[in-house]
């Protein structure tokens, strides 16, 4: 079954201690991508992938970092966690050209409370 | 940087009417995506239309674009409760193709 898959679903942690969040993909996709999700703000990008080892910023990557050293996977990186970091986080994937984009298929989400 | 806006933030109908919600977007695009959010779960993608399409139906959903207000519209035919979610617009800036900007979404509640 084709699917992205998010883990952990839920977290609960403290201030300053580092974390990660898995996000994986078994569609052979070449673009991967983190969002956040705030009440009355809808879903802001965190940094998007390309492809393996090209990665950059989206709309709100302070206090995060992300890597891709495999294709399937592109993990969130929180290296030190503050509470304003509180958010429902989705991973989602595509496939990818430079004439435009393609439907994201898009992780079940991660409840993360940074308290 | 807020590329799309969804228009009303929060809709409420009854089973069998039709909903429509709006999405004024800034720049120049070559995509447009509408996708459905069932309450705190992932989002799955509705419909895409292309710059150069004008209109995109897809079952009981259809979908306008008009580029020259920068608008699109998703209107839902003879609604039902298990339409009942927050719906968004996503766009992708023709000169940045690698982002894809999400708006604020409309809350859509069916009443049996």
């Known amino acids: 079954e084709a699917q992205v898959t998010q883990n952990p679903r839920y977290l609960i942690t403290v201030t300053g201690k580092k974390l990660t969040v898995t996000c994986s993909q078994n569609?052979?996709?070449?673009?991967m991508s983190w969002y956040r999700q705030d009440p009355g703000l809808g879903l802001r990008q965190i940094y998007y992938s390309m492809n393996v080892e090209v990665t950059d910023k989206g709309d709100v990557p302070e206090g995060y970092k992300v890597s891709r050293k495999e294709k399937r996977n592109f993990p969130l990186i929180l290296e030190s966690p503050s509470p304003n970091q509180t958010s429902l986080y989705f991973c989602a994937s595509s496939f990818y050209s430079t004439g435009g984009t393609y439907e994201q298929y898009f992780g079940p989400g991660t409840r993360l409370t940074v308290t | 940087s807020q590329q799309g806006e969804e228009d009303p933030q929060a809709l409420s109908i009854q089973e069998g009417e039709n909903a429509t919600m709006n999405c004024s977007y800034k720049?120049?695009?070559?995509?447009l995506q509408w996708y459905r959010q069932n309450s705190g779960r992932g989002l799955v993608h509705l419909i895409l239309?292309?710059?150069?399409?004008r209109e995109k139906h897809s079952g009981r959903l259809r979908v306008t674009l008009d580029t020259s207000k920068k608008s699109s519209s998703l209107l839902i035919t003879a609604s039902r409760a298990a339409d009942t979610a927050s719906y968004f617009c996503a766009t992708d800036e023709k000169r940045n193709t690698d982002k894809l900007i999400f708006g604020t979404g409309t809350r859509l509640q069916v009443f049996p």
């Open positions: 239309i292309r710059s150069n399409e």
């Open positions: 569609m052979n996709h070449e673009y």
């Open positions: 720049t120049s695009i070559n995509n």
